[in-house]
């Protein structure tokens, strides 16, 4: 059983533990009884028959085991499949954007669409063998040219999930449900942790909500402003603080820092949610927190900003969050397709509306979207995740995009530079807030 567990451990890593393909295997082959592989390792079994390092069946069949899995009709079982699969692809070099030609067997033949993002399982100088992602989000395999190729384009590994399932939900028109399941953030994407905000209502009676935050260096957030009203509009803050990548478990809360200073879009007010002033709202949907003491160490990579770049035919873009329907602090990404549903007026922000579901808890998510300028770099954050909207018009999530203006803002706020800001206006938390919970 301690074989077992260390397989798993090795293959999905922690906050203290590097994933290690290669140590879960170890361990896996000294966990067989018999010969025989144990049931809890059978989705792991096929990722190593994928990546040639066991030969026990053939690379079709393990395609073919996870999309039992995933075509099984039970949530847990297809969402364990999913995470397993997205573990691999962020764990293995990408090739992104390719010119190449795929195919659908080894023998070059069998010519597939190009696919703009393929995960390398095994390299060779002749041949490349790929797992890609069907259009229904399924896993595939293919092979392509060796990387000897100049036309082949690798990146390395942290490039974030792959595999997305599209569900209907009866929640949101116009909305499926794409959350999958993520046992750690890509490391390509900003850390992002959960904002807790506790009030005491208009009636005296006492809320908590729960955000998701992205870090903009070890002191700054980025999340939403309506973070820090309560469900009945009112703004009667008790205590707001940050738990940074927060481990499946309550005691999560006791690592909490607290929240010091926050700024909000300066025309963002409660009761234009009540009033149905979406635009609005939405529209000035962001806000910053700064930290009373640092989260961790100083990002090693930069957090890129920018306003978002829709292309006919990529409009995609990506979120990780920690939505209260699912497991409390399990994180869960999303990729969905974004339209323009209203251009921002004076200093409001545009607003995009999305194709998949959200829930409460993912509201303040970043949304990340690929660099069109540097192919393969890290993605930049555009927007934040504001709420799902519903009127006569509209049921879906949106989101409020960044523009220079709130970019130039948000770089003079890390910078110190608070006379210079011009789109965001300072928000008094109180002294409770200042204090360890």
Known sequence: MVAQDLAQLYFWGDAKLSADLAKAYHFALLSQQHGRWPHALRLLRSVFVLLAMDRSFSPNEAVRQFQREINSGEALRRDKALAVLNQVADLRPRMFATKNAIYGNARLREPLPVAKSAVVLVSGQDRLRLLIADANGAPQLAWTQGAGDPLVSLRETGSGPLFFQRRPTARASGAQDSRQQLWRLPPSSPTTGILISRFRQRDGSFHESRCTASQLNSHWLLSAAHCLYAADGSKFLLSLHYIATPPLSSAADEVAIPVSEAWQHKDHRAED?????????????????????????????????????????????????????KTRNSLWASRCSATLWQRGELSLSDVYALNCYSYPGQSGAALLQKNVEKPGAPPQIVGVLSSRISNDEINQPVFAALNSRLIADIHHLIASQNSEVTEFEAVAVGLSLAVSP
């Open 273 to 325: 949610q009540q009033a149905g002033n979406v635009g609005r709202y939405s529209g000035s949907d962001i806000a910053l927190y700064r930290l009373k003491r640092p989260a961790g160490t100083e990002l090693n990579t930069p957090v890129l900003l920018a306003a978002p770049t829709l292309l006919q035919g990529d409009s995609w873009v990506e979120s990780f969050a920690y939505p209260s329907d």
